[in-house]
């Protein structure tokens, strides 16, 4: 069937790209010309894997098509996918001024029946705010719904080919058959298709988040217990993982979480009970105490490598996760910003992510960026691991310590063998353990 999908970031691109590969029709819409070409050739603007591959592969079947003419998108079918962003405000509330003006769009010039569908994630009943607003502009008729996407960058693609679930909130029974045949190709490969209300719907993306959010802070409060009674946080998290009520997943201390779901789904939902008068006590801590992994980094950083201005460290990732170029809400961003501050002189890498970072830390005097990463340690007197990239698991320790002017790392996400490092003579310093 004819899909529109508005909104090429992370979740419009990757939406656009796999309706199209299960043989959908897909017209992906932006409002700017930034990297339309670029889209058109099957290029990716963001770092995803497997996402330029499948662009390119639907444009030659001519599968899926981009356009900057928002009209045009709009009367392109009936299904109208809305992913845009909505980021945090001032107030930790979710900004919904680009999901407002889609709305606004299409109610504008739509000329037939729509599905307007939320896929960006939006705080509960902001569907009654889209219904209100089309309805004052047209008498066309149309349905609203929820279908919030779960998403993990750097495995995203993978994640919406593979769902464990697809969960879609409608209040009407057409629009419930549309998304019955969009996502026929899933359902018919056994993967669960749960139909809710639209208020539920919009509000299992926030609680997903949160859990997970929650989870993080969790095993990280924990980790402190570790460091401070003798403890291996690993062992307690495999012990405590094991537990099938538990699970595994999400159990790893190190620096907390970051990236652009987290820490705004996170806000957001604090914001909406903050309106309805609910206690949040459990949520703030959530955020205090993943906040505070970062000053318990930097302390450690201060303990191991004092007077620290014009001593050189390396920084080894930059991106707020692996397989991604994502640097918002990274711990780099932070970390990098105090060290600079104090004078050190830092020596940055990460495999993807330099463009997105040098926006916000430009090269300067104490600051250069390198682009691979033994280049970086060289008369290093401090390693720090930010970012657990494969490839900082699998380097050569031997060389990393002959190039470095003093061999201590600090491992920011436990990826490293103690033991082994030990071994090797190394400073080893970890999270917990």
């Known amino acids: 069937m004819k899909i529109t999908v508005i909104g090429a970031g992370y979740v419009g691109l990757v939406t656009a790209a796999c309706l199209a590969e299960v043989g959908h029709e897909v017209l992906c819409a932006k409002k700017s010309t930034r990297n339309l070409d670029l ?36 009367k ?60 004052g502009r047209t008498g066309i008729e149309f349905d609203v719904a929820s279908n919030p996407e779960f998403l993990a960058e750097g495995t995203s693609v993978h994640n ?13 029974e057409k629009a419930r058959k549309i998304f019955e045949e969009i996502y026929q190709p899933f359902t018919s490969q056994g993967y669960p298709l749960l139909f809710t209300n639209i208020p539920s719907a919009e ?66 939902l604090i914001h909406t009970y903050k309106e309805l008068d609910l206690d ?24 191991t490598l004092p007077d620290i201005k014009g001593r050189t460290i390396t920084i080894w990732g930059l991106a707020f996760k692996p397989n991604t170029d994502d640097i918002r809400a990274a711990p780099a961003v932070d970390i990098v910003g105090r060290l600079n501050e104090t004078g050190a002189v830092l020596k940055l890498y990460d495999p993807q992510a330099e463009e997105n970072f040098s926006r916000i830390h430009p090269e300067n005097s104490n600051l250069k960026y390198y682009k691979h990463r033994y280049d970086a340690l060289k008369d290093s007197e401090l390693l720090l691991i930010i970012t657990d ?45």
């Not at 770092?47 to 928002?70: A, C, R």
């Not at 980021?87 to 769009?105: F, H, I, K, R, Y």
């Not at 949520?283 to 950083?301: A, G, H, S, V």
């Not at 061999?407 to 190394?426: A, C, S």
């Open 39 to 74: 889209l058109r050739q099957g290029i990716s603007p963001i770092y995803e894997p497997g996402l330029s591959e499948m662009l390119q592969e639907n444009l030659k079947k001519e599968q899926i098509s981009f356009t900057n003419d928002i009209e045009s998108a709009i």
């Open 76 to 135: 392109f079918s009936e299904v109208i996918f809305i992913c845009v962003g909505t980021p945090t405000g001032e107030n930790g509330n979710a900004d919904l001024t680009q999901v407002m003006d889609v709305t606004s769009s299409i109610a504008e010039h739509m000329d037939s029946y729509k599905l307007i569908i939320e896929k960006s994630t939006v705080p509960v009943n902001t569907h009654l705010k889209i219904k209100e607003l089309v309805e």
């Open 160 to 172: 919406f080919m593979n769902p464990n679930r697809i969960v879609v909130g409608v209040d009407s």
């Open 203 to 268: 509000i299992i993306k926030y609680a997903s988040n949160a859990f997970l959010a929650l989870k993080i802070s969790y095993i990280n409060l924990i980790s402190d217990l570790c460091e401070m009674t003798g403890a291996n946080i690993d062992d307690v998290s495999r012990g405590v993982g094991l537990d099938q009520r538990i699970g595994e997943k999400f159990l790893n201390a190190g620096l907390g979480y970051g990236g652009s779901c987290l820490p705004k789904d996170v806000n957001a």
């Open 280 to 303: 949040i006590n459990l949520l703030e801590e959530t955020m205090k105490i993943n906040d505070q992994r970062r000053e318990i980094f930097l302390e450690q950083i201060e303990k």
């Open 389 to 433: 990239w494969d490839e900082f698991k699998d380097s050569n320790y031997d060389q990393v310590k002959e190039l470095m002017a003093s061999p201590v790392i600090i491992d920011g996400r436990n990826i490293l063998d103690k033991e082994l490092m030990e071994e090797k003579e190394f400073k080893y310093i970890s999270m917990g353990r």
